[in-house]
């Protein structure tokens, strides 16, 4: 079974920033193939309904998805920050 939210028609109807992450997991092929696998945890209510009203999701299946969608892709912003580290341009003067 496919999950429902990794649809084109439903990422539509998602907040921009959920429907970017989604797009982005398609992209990488992580929502992609026929079998899905059922998880299952208990978490407090109020990290779930916090989560939610954050993310603009209505359902908890769509709130796990875009979280392990979000878990799953490398952080851009990381990979910079560690490949630059303690790189500065030959013209940068710190100013202290």
Request: charged fraction near 30%; glycine fraction near 6%.
């Amino acid at each position: 079974m496919v999950a429902k939210i990794a649809t084109p028609d439903r990422e539509k109807r998602l907040p921009p920033r959920a429907a970017v992450v989604l797009e982005e997991a398609r992209r990488a092929g992580l929502l992609d193939g026929e079998r899905s696998e059922h998880v299952s945890f208990r978490a407090p209510k109020a990290l779930i309904e916090a989560a939610m009203r954050e993310s603009g999701v209505c359902k908890p299946t769509e709130l796990g998805l875009l979280a392990l969608a979000m878990l799953a892709q490398p952080d851009p912003t990381a990979s910079f920050l560690t490949k630059t580290r303690g790189k500065l341009g030959a013209d940068h003067q710190l100013d202290y």
